[in-house]
């Protein structure tokens, strides 16, 4: 049998394939669960990915989940069905992720479908060795001669073992057809609040210190270019020409028309200028100290850092501490501290004026991206400022109470999430174009970007940390299609200035029966889905539409669940073991920052946290969802993990629930991108508190401890082998605190024990049976 003929022969077959044999995941799946009665309902581990039900040839190519996910792993053949069902369908994306594997093709000719542009991918079918059919439109294409060569063979005439089909997510290396300029070179503009407020904080000299880590680490190459802009009521400018002795300061001080002084001279090379570019980081800090200026214009800084980085494109990088005061884009302040804990709706989510959004695309036009430090201990109205970034395909950074003598260890997470910042990987003049298979259709994207087509995103800058998700629809019935599939394509400059294309493609199996659609359905990515549809409702309606909106949608699956797929009718509340986690993480979406209500929430603490649900991917999302609670203290190398030589113990993972805490034990909660809470407990075994913490006993622990001691001992090294493992899985630095019963962060702990009650909100028991309620109606 040929290839080509094999690969029908699945295609044709596999459904029945999948029923007389599924895989122990489908059967897994679609298990019944009663809720109400299993209550240890967590995994021991991270919760996987469903596998698709799809031949082993096709899903060991497919896409990696956390690359390229869908909220339902099998697909329904219709709209109603679809609609039956009441789960949402929806891609998740990670496109732009730092891969330890990433096969990277350069060749004269890319070979795309002729007809809808799809790049050729593993699941395309070859009708011979000249022909191949696209799996998205289903075209008949040529073979190009050059791809008839094997380039890692090293063979002729064999096609289908080319890379570009043996790999789901694969880069291509450009070629001019693809540029409508020449590549742009890396360009970082550096905006900075020097006003009375910021000079305070001390941010200042952690930016400076940190650039100068960091110069030599930037990625570019010898084209890159570097400015600087630092402004109060003012705008200073920066010349570092290169033959001057040292840098030069030129002021604008009519904020009202904003011009550059010296065009010329403010961006200059990197690698030519870099002493002066050293002696003004050195000199900045100390530049501000006496000042006495109050008022931030933060506004001009950004038309001038516009008029600046238009020519080019490139990132712009603002550091803001307060509230803007003067010239365009001031702002007043809109929070109320009486209304934190209101258990009424929250004002204010969407933003007071469209001077941040209308710059943000006037900058995306021309290839510049934004990013936003906020380090503040007041409002700062994040709902309007954020709107800079959002557009613009920047990134947000938020730094609550932020003073490097009073809040240490905010500074220390501030230093290393600028160390990331600086040196990551990054993509300039990006588009991203999401295809799929003909009958299905996109109609809303989530993350930060502008939309400037139905399917196209513009991304001034893509960056390994960023998320996206989009919602579909199934505008043709798929009656005839055994198979679907997804492909998204981020085409992007390097900084090393290589026009690349990054391609993911994912194939997903279409089902008829509703018993299919719910044993594929991917819970995590479903919670992630409907967060960020959350925040969209809670701007554009109201917090308590967004919460219902959340409420409903785990009772509707689980009332369709009921009477579509369940035979026999059983008491208590029943659930597919997939989604046996949903009313549990959607319990834990209506108690987090963004959404809670009666609980006392800054509004730009909760602003910051929609930010996140909207751009974050999944895989750090879910942490801030719903954290992960280990047991520390009777940690052992039983079950561990060995990575380089480093043993790495495994705790199982605990219930967010206060009766699972113990006087005796110490117990470390991940809550993601931000903390790690250690909680010791009050009768804590004396060997943990001296070979972990260093300390005698109880009462001698500190009130503010945020660091473990290198101890000599097998418990420290054990402890902090687990503590750094967790932290190498995401980008960002989570800061340890160390909780006793006396601190005051202990509260933040607690608020994050989402299974038990508050004065405010249900917990887990009362509120599956008010989901039971509404099931059984």
Same mark, same amino acid.
């Given at each position: 049998?040929?290839?080509?003929?094999?690969?029908?022969?699945?295609?044709?077959?596999?459904?029945?394939?999948?029923?007389?044999?599924?895989?122990?995941?489908?059967?897994?799946?679609?298990?019944?669960?009663?809720?109400? $009665?299993?209550?240890?309902?967590?995994?021991?581990?991270?919760?996987?990915?469903?596998?698709?039900?799809?031949?082993?040839?096709?899903?060991?190519?497919?896409?990696?989940?956390?690359?390229?996910?869908?909220?339902?792993?099998?697909?329904?053949?219709?709209?109603?069905?679809?609609?039956?069902?009441?789960?949402?369908?929806? !891609?998740?994306?990670?496109?732009?992720?730092?891969?330890?594997?990433?096969?990277?093709? *350069?060749?004269?000719?890319?070979?795309?479908?002729?007809?809808?542009?799809?790049?050729?991918?593993?699941?395309?079918?070859?009708?011979?060795?000249?022909?191949?059919?696209?799996?998205?439109?289903?075209?008949?294409?040529?073979?190009?001669?050059?791809?008839?060569?094997?380039?890692?063979?090293?063979?002729?005439? %064999?096609?289908?073992?080319?890379?570009?089909?043996?790999?789901?997510?694969?880069?291509?290396?450009?070629?001019?057809?693809?540029?409508?300029?020449?590549?742009?070179?890396?360009?970082?503009?550096?905006?900075?609040?020097?006003?009375?407020?910021?000079?305070?904080?001390?941010?200042?000299?952690?930016?400076?210190?940190?650039?100068?880590?960091?110069?030599?680490?930037?990625?570019?190459?010898?084209?890159?270019?570097?400015? &600087?802009?630092? &402004?109060?009521?003012?705008?200073?400018?920066?010349?570092?020409?290169?033959?001057?002795? $040292?840098?030069?300061?030129?002021?604008?001080?009519?904020?009202?028309?904003?011009?550059?002084?010296?065009?010329?001279?403010?961006?200059?090379?990197?690698?030519?200028?870099?002493?002066?570019?050293?002696?003004?980081?050195?000199?900045?800090? $100390?530049?501000?100290?006496?000042?006495?200026?109050?008022?931030?214009?933060?506004?001009?800084?950004?038309?001038?850092? &516009?008029?600046?980085?238009?020519?080019?494109?490139?990132?712009?990088?603002?550091?803001?501490?307060?509230?803007?005061?003067?010239?365009?884009?001031?702002?007043?302040?809109?929070?109320?501290?009486?209304?934190?804990?209101?258990?009424?709706?929250?004002?204010?989510?969407?933003?007071?004026?469209?001077?941040?959004?209308?710059?943000?695309?006037?900058?995306?036009?021309?290839?510049?991206?934004?990013?936003?430090?906020?380090?503040?201990?007041?409002?700062?109205?994040?709902?309007?400022?954020?709107?800079?970034?959002?557009?613009?395909?920047?990134?947000?950074?938020?730094?609550?109470?932020?003073?490097?003598?009073?809040?240490?260890?905010?500074?220390?997470?501030?230093?290393?999430?600028?160390?990331?910042?600086?040196?990551?990987?990054?993509?300039?003049?990006?588009?991203?174009?999401?295809?799929?298979?003909?009958?299905?259709?996109?109609?809303?994207?989530?993350?930060? &970007?502008?939309?400037?087509?139905?399917?196209?995103?513009?991304?001034?800058?893509?960056?390994?940390?960023?998320?996206?998700?989009?919602?579909?629809?199934?505008?043709?019935?798929?009656?005839?299609?055994?198979?679907?599939?997804?492909?998204?394509?981020?085409?992007?400059?390097?900084?090393?200035?290589?026009?690349?294309?990054?391609?993911?493609?994912?194939?997903?199996?279409?089902?008829?029966?509703?018993?299919?659609?719910?044993?594929?359905?991917?819970?995590?990515?479903?919670?992630?889905?409907?967060?960020?549809?959350?925040?969209?409702?809670?701007?554009?309606?109201? !917090?308590?539409?967004?919460?219902?909106?959340?409420?409903?949608?785990?009772?509707?699956?689980?009332?369709?669940?009921?009477?579509?797929?369940?035979?026999?009718?059983?008491?208590?509340?029943?659930?597919?073991?997939?989604?046996?986690?949903?009313?549990?993480?959607?319990?834990?979406?209506?108690?987090?920052?963004?959404?809670?209500?009666?609980?006392?929430?800054?509004?730009?603490?909760?602003?910051?946290? *929609?930010? $996140?649900?909207?751009?974050?991917?999944?895989?750090?999302?879910?942490? *801030?969802?719903?954290?992960?609670?280990?047991?520390?203290?009777?940690?052992?190398? %039983?079950?561990?993990?060995?990575?380089?030589?480093?043993?790495?113990?495994?705790?199982?993972?605990?219930?967010?629930?206060?009766?699972?805490?113990?006087?005796?034990?110490?117990?470390?909660?991940?809550?993601?991108?931000?903390?790690?809470?250690?909680?010791?407990?009050?009768?804590?075994?004396?060997?943990?508190?001296?070979?972990?913490?260093?300390?005698?006993?109880?009462?001698?622990?500190?009130?503010?401890?945020?660091?473990?001691?290198?101890?000599?001992?097998?418990?420290?090294?054990?402890?902090?082998?687990?503590?750094?493992?967790?932290?190498?899985?995401?980008?960002?630095?989570?800061?340890?605190?160390?909780?006793?019963? %006396?601190?005051?962060?202990?509260?933040?702990?607690?608020?994050?024990?989402?299974?038990?009650?508050?004065?405010?909100?249900?917990?887990?028991?009362?509120?599956?049976?008010?989901?039971?309620?509404?099931?059984?109606?």
């Amino acid at each position: 049998m040929t290839f080509s003929c094999l690969k029908f022969f699945f295609y044709s077959f596999f459904p029945a394939f999948c029923r007389s044999s599924p895989t122990k995941s489908i059967l897994v799946g679609i298990k019944v669960v009663n809720l109400l $009665q299993e209550r240890n309902i967590l995994p021991p581990g991270p919760v996987p990915a469903p596998t698709p039900c799809l031949p082993q040839d096709l899903q060991k190519l497919n896409c990696s989940p956390e690359v390229f996910c869908s909220t339902l792993t099998s697909i329904p053949q219709t709209q109603a069905l679809l609609n039956k069902a009441k789960l949402p369908l929806g !891609l998740l994306l990670h496109p732009f992720k730092d891969l330890s594997q990433l096969p990277v093709v *350069m060749s004269s000719s890319i070979v795309r479908c002729r007809s809808c542009r799809t790049y050729i991918n593993p699941f395309v079918s070859f009708l011979d060795q000249r022909r191949w059919k696209c799996n998205l439109c289903y075209r008949v294409n040529d073979v190009p001669e050059d791809f008839m060569y094997n380039p890692v063979s090293r063979s002729y005439g %064999e096609p289908h073992k080319r890379p570009e089909i043996q790999n789901a997510t694969i880069e291509f290396i450009a070629p001019s057809e693809y540029m409508l300029r020449p590549p742009q070179p890396a360009v970082y503009l550096f905006v900075l609040d020097v006003s009375h407020n910021a000079v305070e904080t001390g941010y200042l000299d952690v930016v400076c210190q940190s650039l100068l880590e960091s110069l030599n680490s930037l990625p570019g190459d010898t084209r890159t270019k570097i400015g &600087f802009i630092t &402004f109060d009521s003012m705008i200073h400018f920066y010349n570092l020409q290169e033959g001057l002795s $040292q840098p030069q300061m030129l002021i604008v001080s009519d904020i009202e028309e904003i011009f550059l002084p010296t065009p010329d001279s403010l961006l200059v090379n990197l690698n030519e200028c870099k002493e002066l570019v050293r002696d003004l980081l050195k000199s900045l800090p $100390q530049m501000f100290t006496k000042t006495m200026e109050t008022h931030s214009a933060l506004g001009p800084a950004l038309q001038a850092s &516009f008029k600046l980085m238009s020519p080019t494109g490139g990132r712009v990088s603002v550091f803001q501490t307060q509230l803007p005061s003067l010239g365009v884009g001031a702002l007043n302040s809109r929070e109320d501290p009486n209304q934190r804990a209101s258990a009424k709706d929250v004002q204010h989510l969407s933003p007071a004026t469209d001077f941040y959004k209308k710059l943000a695309l006037d900058c995306s036009g021309q290839q510049v991206a934004v990013d936003l430090f906020l380090l503040s201990g007041q409002y700062c109205d994040l709902a309007t400022l954020g709107c800079v970034s959002r557009y613009s395909a920047g990134s947000i950074y938020f730094y609550p109470s932020y003073h490097s003598q009073h809040n240490p260890a905010q500074t220390e997470r501030f230093q290393k999430d600028l160390k990331r910042y600086l040196t990551r990987k990054i993509g300039f003049e990006a588009v991203m174009r999401i295809r799929c298979t003909k009958g299905l259709s996109i109609h809303t994207f989530h993350g930060n &970007f502008f939309v400037r087509s139905t399917d196209l995103l513009s991304l001034p800058n893509i960056n390994p940390d960023a998320g996206f998700a989009v919602q579909m629809s199934i505008e043709e019935n798929l009656v005839d299609m055994q198979v679907v599939s997804f492909q998204a394509a981020l085409l992007y400059t390097s900084s090393k200035g290589e026009r690349r294309i990054r391609v993911h493609t994912m194939c997903l199996p279409v089902v008829n029966s509703m018993s299919d659609i719910f044993a594929g359905a991917d819970v995590q990515a479903i919670t992630g889905l409907l967060a960020s549809m959350a925040v969209d409702r809670s701007v554009t309606a109201s !917090l308590s539409d967004a919460r219902d909106a959340m409420t409903n949608a785990a009772i509707d699956s689980l009332i369709s669940y009921r009477t579509s797929v369940l035979t026999i009718q059983q008491p208590g509340l029943l659930a597919p073991a997939c989604l046996r986690l949903f009313p549990l993480y959607i319990l834990a979406l209506l108690k987090q920052k963004a959404f809670r209500t009666g609980t006392s929430t800054r509004l730009d603490d909760r602003v910051f946290a *929609m930010c $996140q649900l909207k751009y974050q991917p999944l895989m750090y999302l879910m942490l *801030m969802i719903h954290p992960s609670l280990y047991r520390l203290d009777n940690l052992t190398d %039983e079950g561990s993990l060995n990575i380089n030589d480093c043993t790495i113990p495994q705790p199982g993972m605990l219930q967010l629930s206060v009766e699972k805490l113990n006087s005796e034990g110490a117990f470390l909660m991940d809550t993601g991108s931000v903390s790690m809470y250690l909680w010791v407990g009050r009768n804590c075994n004396p060997t943990f508190l001296k070979q972990v913490l260093g300390v005698q006993n109880y009462a001698t622990l500190p009130l503010n401890m945020n660091r473990l001691p290198e101890l000599d001992t097998a418990e420290s090294t054990r402890t902090r082998a687990f503590i750094s493992w967790l932290r190498e899985q995401r980008p960002f630095y989570p800061l340890l605190h160390i909780v006793r019963d %006396e601190s005051p962060l202990k509260a933040s702990f607690m608020q994050n024990m989402i299974e038990d009650r508050t004065e405010s909100a249900l917990s887990y028991y009362e509120f599956l049976l008010h989901v039971q309620q509404q099931v059984s109606k």
